[in-house]
């Protein structure tokens, strides 16, 4: 299978004002611009972000855990070939595989599901997700309703998968994650918010999963049978992560929130630590991005073919 261009497939690769460079950009890319699901995988080496939270995640994927003395949450497994990567850095901060006994998912796509099958086999962790999401995780391959259906390598199938109710909070020992459903990317996608704390300073984390309108090319998202409500979803989408409290904006692809813009200033002045990663009105720019596509989206579909 041929991949296409990452930033005409993936555009939530990219940050908001990436995201209005693209929309000027003809439909095909120059080669420059190709890359592959190798580029996704530099290894990085794991941090910490904030209180209990690290990045466990490769160079382009966001793998993010969430710590405590009772275990931990992972969320997202990037590529199927993140997985060693992964665990190994989880082990280099001095955890224990064993002790991750819970496995969240932002969307079932390859780049942040594929690895999810082997690093639930290393820890015996449960896996939880929205029921559509479960769906697609406990079987393998690609949603049905999936707007990229056919363009995607398909995961594979994950054990101990177990979906969540909308309003369960996640738990290991002291740590509680708020499942946000957020659907349009896909129909079961879903962004998480935690609180980390050190000291007496406790922030609110969001990893907000993506939120742009990029599909095959044979789907609309204004009229198809395959997921039929998928603008609505977009736009409650957009409401939800609007709303959230917002301290601190984590993403699947790190370069669409600017994460390693910040770590590179947090690295020239550690004196300020994580007020570099604080921005509370990420949240909403981030949205504001991800409406301009999809408005930008359904007009293009209004126009009658050439």
Excluded at 22 to 43: E, F, G, H, K, V
Excluded at 207 to 218: C, F, I, K, P, R
């Amino acid at each position: 299978m041929g991949y296409r261009t990452e930033m005409t497939r993936h555009p939530h690769f990219l940050s908001s004002a990436g995201v209005a460079l693209l929309l000027s950009l003809p439909a095909a890319m120059p080669a420059a611009a190709q890359q592959s699901p190798s580029d996704w995988n530099q290894p990085q080496q794991p941090f910490k972000i904030y209180g209990n939270t690290y990045y466990v995640g490769t160079h382009g994927l966001s793998a993010i855990l969430v710590t405590s003395n009772d275990g931990h949450v992972l969320i997202d497994g990037a590529l199927p070939e993140s997985a060693p990567l992964i665990a190994a850095n989880i082990r280099e901060l001095g955890f224990r595989l064993e002790d991750v006994k819970v496995i969240l998912n932002s969307h079932v796509h390859f780049d942040h599901a594929g690895g999810i099958a082997e690093l639930q086999r290393l820890t015996g962790a449960t896996v939880r997700a929205s029921k559509p999401a479960a769906k697609v995780l406990s079987q393998g391959g690609e949603g049905d309703d999936d707007p990229q259906l056919g363009t995607n390598v398909g995961i594979a199938p994950v054990r101990n998968v177990k979906p969540f109710r909308g309003d369960e909070v996640i738990a290991v020992g002291p740590v509680q994650l708020t499942p946000h459903l957020t659907p349009g990317h896909t129909a079961g996608g879903t962004s998480w918010t935690w609180k980390s704390c050190e000291q007496a300073r406790c922030l609110n984390l969001v990893y907000v999963d993506s939120l742009t309108a990029v599909s095959a090319n044979n789907f609309q998202f204004t009229h198809n049978d395959r997921y039929p409500h998928a603008v609505e979803d977009f736009r409650k989408s957009f409401a939800t992560v609007s709303s959230l409290t917002c301290d601190v904006l984590l993403t699947p692809h790190p370069d669409v929130s600017g994460f390693w813009a910040k770590v590179e200033k947090r690295a020239r002045d550690p004196a300020k630590s994580i007020d570099v990663f604080v921005d509370h009105s990420a949240c909403r720019r981030l949205v504001d991005g991800a409406r301009q596509r999809l408005d930008k989206r359904i007009a293009d579909e209004k126009q009658p073919p050439r």
